[in-house]
């Protein structure tokens, strides 16, 4: 709960830092994933080179390409969900 003697810039100041800190939190696991997202493209590239141009079938029924996708949306939305709950905890927390 705010102090009550805090004066108005006090106010400003520490809200303006809160919002700093979500968005650099938020900033940076945007990055993480971007990061992470180009290794995954790589990495695909890489095996697709390596077995030629078609879909490599594991278990004769799954597609390699879906492996890939799948590992870009457990990422998309692992990351994203994480981001956004850091950036409110960043938010809530008071800053230093």
Excluded: C
Aim: aromatic share 14%; glycine share 6%.
């Amino acid at each position: 709960m705010p102090d009550s003697s805090q004066t108005t810039i006090d106010k400003l100041r520490e809200t303006s830092l809160r919002v700093l800190n979500a968005v650099i939190e938020l900033v940076a696991h945007l990055i993480v994933l971007t990061f992470l997202l180009l290794g995954i493209w790589l990495l695909e590239r890489l095996v697709h080179w390596l077995w030629g141009s078609t879909d490599f079938l594991f278990f004769g029924w799954l597609k390699l390409k879906y492996l890939f996708d799948g590992a870009d949306l457990i990422l998309l939305v692992g990351f994203l969900l994480w981001g956004v709950y850091s950036a409110i905890v960043a938010y809530v927390k008071k800053p230093e």
